[in-house]
């Protein structure tokens, strides 16, 4: 940061400059005596809230404590934030506040406009003089934080005055000041396109920053924005971008105001003793409504339906649980923590938004702009309006240190009725644009320029894991010398989501190394195993796939669709899958793709452990059995066992395939896909993803144990660790405890864990050509073809056998 005094001159007259840009749309004198929400004072106090303000933390440098006025320093110095529902004022505050308009109006002008203005004048001359003549210390940490809270200040009352400006009748301002985009010229707009759910794996984020206590790592914040908080957040969906005018205007027009169903209790009394019936900013005529900004009033809403809706929190709850009732789904609004994790860490959405030349913040327009669609499933942020959490404005951590200058600022509104809102709208200065940054509303508040997207979570449709599961459970983690949790245990609802997002990340190469092959080759698969049938023996021959381990069934159509449209042989394929939102997900996916005929006639999904599922195989001994392993699934077993001899028969994949070839008789397929061995750093990224999917997935087996089984892991004390193991050839991920931690579960278990202790998650054993020879040979399974991919830089190989 620059802490030189041209800097913070520069600095203070921008500040300066656009404060008295923004005063100077005000037509007359009288004006800055209106009350334009009864909730805040008049204009008048706002122009001298500022300067005060700012002097009165430039006394509290070293030498400086001059009075400039003895009545002005003090009336000026804080204003009000009274109860929404009651008008009262419930904390310190330096004026008398009335929300009667006229005996408001009537006290303040005892101050003259002029005098104020001189007051003004007086106080910036002063701080002038200090920056350039007082000697400051521009490298002391407590000077730093009182030139920055002035001017951080000034910057939120200029929006402030934005919001108090809309409130006011349009002729009360000199229109010629600026030009604005003609609104009002704006066609209608026919329909709107769908705001998209996306979804996010969740994970280990944080909110606030850290304490910086040297000056090369000084980052200014308010008191509420330290110290960092660890959280964890399981996976969920986020809509791309804001809800729009059109989309609420339907929650009106469908009777959203007058339908206690959408509404606490207590506010829906509120809401009908105070009439509202539509946001503040927007008008009821005749026929429809109208909506206000600061210097454009009576838009017709039709011009303006994409734009964001402007509207208090408990508006914006409200919509959630109509739009709830509508889809038949828990749709809440977002929590602190999901939004940041969404907008800044999954996303990067709003310093992208910033670098683009239409982002609506810092002034450049006084009203919101249209929201941009996103065409892929996309994040999105363009400024316009800070957006509403769901999160009651608090301490971080529970740690909360006041600012020595202001002590005020935050611990007045720690009251469980102020809300937390991120981002920033169009009179929000870049400055004030940054992760840590919170502003705080009270949820009934309804005049600030804020709008809202929508979460939903996920719901938990698989079956709980038992004693049995537990037990095992229990006994792997108590083994001191290699703790371990069996990677069967992934795939949960969630789980199985969050798989289905590696396979579409960026850096999993086996998704699409394996789509690729089975596109370019699946008619010579086809072929091949038909050449082998001896179909001419089988009355009515059909052939059946048993995919273990379907997950969500993407390649389905590709390696379906050439044996459907064959008339040799009859074909049904039996995705198997432990979790039953996988199968479900593959069944909707495959009709959605390959229509709903095809996949009733030809799709028999099974729901089970591999080693349970043949007992639900309705199959007769005409009939062709072709198990296959794809996605590398057969990676997942170790090729050593206990005697620590590869492929020994205590190894687990000789285990496994054995118990495989039980079920099938001479003639019966095995088709494999296996990932080769490459280059390490290729392979480390495929299981450490940017965007952090993969250590989701892993976290997410610890938040299944404390959901289901009732133990205690606290996710935030963990750390993702990929590694390759150039002995075994396998990748492998752990968790590592970054603290001295004691996990528990109410059976009594105790498990005492280290910095640096380690619990092994899952392998993913590598092969080469000689593995696979080997493999098959020693399971009497004789190799008719390996396929394999183009691409050198990715080996990947689909070996088709047979039982012999």
Not at 209 to 226: A, I, V
Not at 297 to 302: C, L, M, Q, W, Y
Not at 588 to 594: F, I, T, V
Request: aromatic share 12%; with cysteine; net charge negative.
């Amino acid at each position: 940061m620059q802490s030189n005094v041209n800097y913070w001159m520069n600095k203070f007259d921008y500040i300066w400059n656009r404060s008295d840009r923004l005063f100077s749309l005000l037509r007359s004198s009288d004006d800055y005596y209106q009350q334009p929400v009864k909730l805040r004072l008049p204009l008048i106090f706002y122009l001298g809230h500022l300067p005060c303000f700012s002097w009165m933390q430039f006394r509290h440098l070293n030498g400086i404590d001059d009075v400039l006025d003895p009545i002005y320093d003090e009336v000026f110095v804080r204003g009000v934030d009274p109860n929404v529902q009651t008008g009262i004022v419930e904390h310190t505050h330096s004026s008398r506040f009335s929300t009667d308009v006229k005996e408001e109006e009537q006290y303040w002008r005892s101050f003259t406009v002029s005098s104020v203005v001189e007051y003004k004048q007086n106080v910036r001359k002063q701080i002038v003089h200090v920056l350039t003549d007082g000697n400051l210390d521009l490298n002391d940490l407590h000077t730093l934080n009182v030139l920055n809270i002035a001017a951080e200040h000034e910057m939120l009352h200029q929006e402030t005055l934005m919001y108090l400006f809309v409130q006011l009748p349009i002729e009360s301002f000199r229109t010629d000041e600026i030009v604005e985009l003609q609104l009002r010229q704006m066609p209608a707009i026919s329909s709107l396109s769908e705001n998209k759910w996306v979804k996010l794996p969740g994970g280990q984020t944080s909110l606030g920053k850290p304490y910086r206590d040297k000056l090369s790592t000084f980052s200014f914040g308010w008191d509420n924005e330290f110290p960092r908080e660890a959280c964890y957040l399981p996976p969920f969906q986020m809509q791309s971008h804001p809800v729009r005018n059109g989309d609420f205007l339907q929650f009106i027009l469908d009777d959203g105001y007058t339908t206690g169903d959408w509404w606490d209790e207590s506010i829906f009394e509120w809401i009908k003793t105070a009439k509202i019936e539509h946001p503040a900013t927007w008008i009821r005529t005749d026929n429809s409504f109208q909506v206000n900004f600061v210097l454009q009033r009576n838009i017709p809403v039709e011009s303006i339906l994409d734009h964001p809706v402007i509207l208090s929190q408990i508006e914006a709850k409200a919509y959630c649980r109509w739009l709830s009732k509508k889809s038949g789904e828990t749709i809440e609004l977002p929590e602190e923590s999901e939004w940041i994790y969404a907008m800044w860490d999954w996303s990067d959405s709003i310093n992208i938004g910033l670098i683009d030349d239409e982002c609506n913040v810092n002034f450049r327009h006084l009203h919101t702009m249209p929201v941009k669609s996103s065409s892929d499933n996309q994040l999105q942020w363009q400024g316009s309006a800070f957006e509403w959490t769901a999160s009651i404005f608090r301490p971080l951590s529970d740690c909360f240190a006041p600012l020595p200058t202001y002590p005020e600022y935050s611990a007045d509104f720690f009251d469980n009725r102020h809300f937390v809102l991120l981002g920033g709208s169009y009179a929000t200065d870049l400055t004030l644009i940054r992760r840590s940054f919170r502003n705080w509303y009270q949820d009934t508040y309804r005049y600030m320029f804020a709008t809202f997207r929508c979460v939903k979570h996920w719901k938990h449709t698989d079956d709980s894991l038992t004693e049995v599961d537990r037990q095992a459970i229990v006994a792997d983690l108590s083994n001191k010398d290699h703790r371990r949790i069996s990677s069967k245990y992934f795939y949960d609802a969630q789980g199985s989501a969050l798989y289905t997002q590696i396979t579409q990340s960026e850096e999993y190469y086996l998704f699409n190394q394996e789509l690729q092959l089975l596109q370019q080759q699946m008619d010579d698969i086809k072929s091949t195993i038909l050449r082998h049938c001896d179909l001419s023996s089988r009355t009515s021959p059909s052939i059946h796939f048993i995919e273990l381990g379907c997950g969500d069934g993407a390649k389905v159509e590709a390696w379906l669709t050439p044996w459907i449209n064959s008339s040799e042989i009859s074909t049904v394929y039996h995705p198997v899958d432990i979790s039953q939102h996988a199968i479900d997900s593959l069944i909707q996916l495959s009709k959605n793709k390959m229509g709903e005929k095809t996949v009733e006639e030809h799709i028999k999904p099974i729901c089970s452990t591999f080693d349970d599922m043949y007992t639900k195989l309705a199959t007769n001994t005409m009939d062709i059995k072709a198990v296959m392993l794809m996605g590398s699934t057969i990676g997942n077993f170790a090729s050593y066992g206990p005697s620590h001899t590869k492929y020994g028969d205590d190894a687990p994949v000789m285990q496994f395939i054995r118990s495989i070839r039980r079920n099938l008789q001479i003639g019966d397929w095995f088709i494999c896909a296996f990932d080769m061995c490459k280059d390490t750093n290729t392979m480390i990224r495929a299981y450490n993803d940017s965007k952090g999917i993969t250590a989701a997935f892993n976290y997410n087996l610890l938040l299944r144990l404390n959901r289901e089984l009732n133990f205690n892991f606290d996710l935030v004390n963990y750390q993702h660790y990929p590694m390759y193991n150039p002995l075994h050839r396998q990748m492998e991920s752990w968790l590592l405890s970054t603290k001295q931690q004691t996990v528990t579960d109410q059976h009594g278990f105790v498990m005492e864990l280290q910095p640096y202790d380690a619990i092994q998650t899952e392998l993913s054993t590598k092969y080469t050509y000689e593995d696979i020879h080997l493999l098959m040979e020693l399971n009497s399974l004789h190799i008719v073809k390996l396929y394999n991919t183009d691409d050198d830089r990715f080996p990947y190989v689909l070996c088709l056998s047979q039982l012999v």
